[in-house]
C-alpha cells in the first residue's frame, strides 16, 4: 500500500478512527520490520487524524527511548514515571491530559504542545513495550472516543510486536 492516508475530517470521530484501524491494517499486512510498520503507523495516525505529533517511545531499562514520531523534533529519553509518557507506562494505562500545563511533572519537549493522549502498548508477556504518544497543539483536544479508537491501533501494534 503507498499514498496519503486520507480521512475526511468532517466524519463523525468514530468513524474517522474505523477508517484509520482499516488503513493502518491494510499498511502492516503481509510487512515483518516492526521499524517499518511502526515508522507507517505513526504516519497513518499523523496525517490520517491530523495530529500535531506523534510518535513511540520503547521501553529500554529504567527509561523511555524516542523510536518512530512524525511532528516537530521530540525528547530523546523519559524516566519511569516522569512526565505524562513516563506515567503512562508506570501505572500501566491511558492517560488523557486537557491542559499539559496543568500536568504535574509535564516534560515540555515542544512548547506548541497544548494536550496529549498516552496509551501503553503491552507485548505478549502482558507487559509495557512501548508507549504511543500523540499530542495536539489545541487544549482539550482528547477524550474517551480518540482513546477508544486509538485503543483499536494500539492492538494492531501489540499484535506486530
Known amino acids: 500500500m503507498s499514498g496519503l492516508i486520507s480521512i475526511n475530517p468532517s466524519l463523525p470521530t468514530a468513524e474517522r478512527y474505523l477508517l484509520l484501524e482499516e488503513q493502518v491494517k491494510a499498511l502492516v499486512y503481509g510487512e515483518e520490520d516492526l521499524i517499518a510498520n511502526l515508522s507507517n503507523i505513526m504516519s497513518a495516525l499523523k496525517y490520517g487524524m491530523n495530529y500535531f505529533w506523534v510518535g513511540v517511545y520503547k521501553v529500554a ?4 527511548i524516542l523510536g518512530p514520531f512524525q511532528g516537530p523534533v ?17 501505572r500501566n494505562q491511558a492517560i488523557i491530559v486537557g491542559d499539559v500545563d496543568k500536568f504535574p511533572g509535564h516534560i515540555a519537549c515542544s512548547s506548541d504542545t497544548k494536550s496529549e ?3 501503553p502498548v503491552r507485548n505478549k508477556e ?15 483536544d ?7 479508537g486509538l485503543e483499536k491501533i494500539v492492538t494492531i501494534i501489540e499484535s506486530i510486536l
Not at 75 to 89: E, H, M, Q
Open 74 to 90: 521530540a525528547c530523546t529519553r523519559i524516566l519511569k514515571g516522569r512526565g505524562v509518557c513516563g506515567n503512562c507506562w508506570e
Open 126 to 140: 502482558g507487559e509495557v513495550a512501548f508507549v504511543l504518544d500523540i499530542d495536539s497543539n489545541s487544549l482539550n
Open 117 to 119: 493522549i498516552v496509551l
Open 142 to 148: 482528547f477524550n474517551t472516543e480518540d482513546q477508544k
Open 61 to 64: 531499562g529504567d527509561q523511555l
